[in-house]
């Protein structure tokens, strides 16, 4: 009887939640400041941009999902030989965030993000491609969003594949993608 009870709970606040939807698009646009992580590489970071939409779909007050499609330079200022070189690549990133709203407006975020890489930037290299076409990252972040749908996030990208695509080379092609975003959105509902 107690199992059927919270069952028909569960279920009412399930309804209820699911009659207080809500769905939001918006822009966004911020800072990225990236590394490179793992293999035998010398690297500090560089700073890049991220911009474009996100959409939001609100199960009641308290969770979200937030898709998002992002243009993000990344990469890192890679030391080698004794020489430092910028090492860019463009993305097309698409976060599938979660979100957890407290009151007041704060949130706290998790989930995956896809990138597939649009263009890179290596200078004086003979390979054939430097980065994989994929990537695959794993994001956590933070932030707060107004009434009026304005808001601030910071968010952590760790990467989840090999960034390298290349062989034969004194640099391993076993390190992945370390970003922080820092963003401003406006959330139109």
Known sequence: MKRIVTLLLFLYAFALNTAAQSFGLGAKGGMNISGYAGGNMQSKALVGYHIGGM???GFGRVLSLQPEVLFSTQGAMVTANGTSERLRTQ???VPVMLKLKA?????????PQFAYRSSERIPEQNFGSFTRNLDLSAGLGMGYQSRAGFGFGARYLVGLSRVG???????????????????LFWMFH
Not at 104 to 110: A, D, H, R, T, V
Not at 165 to 183: A, C, K, M, T
């Open 165 to 183: 695509d290349f062989s034969g080379r004194d640099i391993s092609p076993d390190f992945r993608n370390s970003v922080l975003q820092l963003s």
């Open 91 to 93: 993305y097309i990133t």
């Open 55 to 57: 959409l939001s779909f």
């Open 103 to 111: 009151s007041g407006g704060f949130y706290l975020e998790i989930g």
